[in-house]
Nanobody, 119 residues
């Protein structure tokens, strides 16, 4: 099973980016999916998560600016980021709780995609 993230880049403050992450491989089903980020010198932190039933949870710092969504048919999770701030600069990682056979699941991580917001 692999998660492939894409969509990062350099954007000015106030701009927008959309991150994508698609899971591939031996997948029986996917439970929760999410996005995390890690800024230089800081610990990895939760950005947003979404359940299979589309219940969402956001870090306070991104509420009202970021929107997480998923496409179960494509095994994908997405993060629309609007009104970006310099403090959003980080490497963004997707993860997913994936059933690789019935009744057995692991958490998998994508490779990370850099988001840089200039002031």
């Amino acid at each position: 099973v692999q998660l492939q993230a894409s969509g990062g880049g350099l954007v000015q403050s106030g701009g927008s980016l959309r991150l994508s992450c698609v899971a591939s491989g031996s997948i029986f089903g996917i439970n929760a999916m999410g996005w995390y980020r890690q800024a230089p010198g800081k610990q990895r932190e939760l950005v947003a998560t979404i359940t299979r039933g589309d219940s969402t949870n956001y870090a306070d710092s991104v509420k009202g600016r970021f929107t997480i969504s998923r496409d179960n048919a494509k095994n994908g999770v997405y993060l629309q980021m609007n009104s970006l701030k310099p403090e959003d600069t980080a490497v963004y990682y997707c993860n997913a709780d994936i059933l690789y056979v019935r009744g057995a699941a692991n958490v998998y991580w994508g490779q990370g995609t850099q988001v840089t917001v200039s002031s």
